[in-house]
């Protein structure tokens, strides 16, 4: 995470660079923060988001400011061009972003191995990339992270990623799944074999 740079969104997709570069300064005005900004970068022609640079802390103050910004300001502020609320968050990494996208394809094909899941049985590291349901960790990107009870069945799946072609490997405990959802272990195994994800 880079907390000096902070990303807008909310734009529609292929919005011009003017329009986002426009919107963007009167958004830093209304966020109280013109006096921190250093920069606001568009990239390309079109876009969706922009980022903006701030004036340089450390870290943890960095960090502290980001979070102030978010807590105050999120989804009080709508953007004129598209009518849609604006967002803000850190700038993440390449690796951060790819991450991101891999365990959201994860919690989706948990999804389609034994159909709807409650919200509320259902929660999700980020960071750790680690899923638990009803408090019981089913589904990790790292083996070691499921700590598995003796004699669990442990499957593997992956994900592709379409943008960068990179294979990432996540790990499921079929034998926790198979009772937190009580189906039987065979047919979950059968269901790993031929997911049905888009």
Same mark, same amino acid.
């Given at each position: 995470m880079d907390w000096n740079r902070l990303v /807008?969104?909310?734009?529609?997709? &292929?919005?011009?660079? &003017?329009?986002?570069?426009? $919107?963007? !300064? @009167? @958004? *830093? %005005?209304? @966020?109280?923060? %013109? $006096? $921190? *900004?250093t920069e606001i970068i568009v990239y390309g022609r079109r876009a969706s988001t922009c980022h903006v640079l701030?004036? =340089? /802390? =450390? $870290?943890? %103050?960095?960090?502290?400011? @980001?979070?102030?910004?978010?807590?105050?300001? %999120?989804? !009080?502020?709508?953007?004129?061009?598209?009518?849609?609320t604006a967002w803000l968050t850190p700038h993440k990494s390449a690796q951060k972003r790819l991450n991101n996208r891999a365990t959201k394809y994860a919690t989706e094909f948990l999804h389609t191995l034994v159909g709807p899941i409650d919200p509320v049985r259902l929660d999700v590291d980020w960071n750790k990339q680690i899923l638990w349901l009803d408090d019981v960790r089913v589904l990790a990107f790292q083996a070691s992270d499921l700590r598995p009870d003796g004699p669990d069945t442990i499957n593997a799946s992956s994900y592709t990623d379409p943008r960068s072609k990179e294979e990432i490997h996540f790990h499921i405990n079929m034998s926790r799944l198979a009772t937190a959802t009580q189906k039987e272990l065979p047919a979950l195994v059968q269901a790993l074999s031929d997911p049905k994800i888009e």
């Open positions: /807008l969104g909310g734009w529609h997709m &292929d919005t011009r660079r &003017d329009t986002v570069d426009g $919107e963007a !300064k @009167l @958004l *830093v %005005q209304d @966020l109280g923060i %013109q $006096e $921190e *900004v701030l004036r =340089p /802390l =450390p $870290e943890t %103050q960095a960090k502290r400011r @980001l979070l102030s910004l978010k807590a105050t300001h %999120q989804d !009080k502020h709508i953007l004129k061009s598209s009518g849609k």
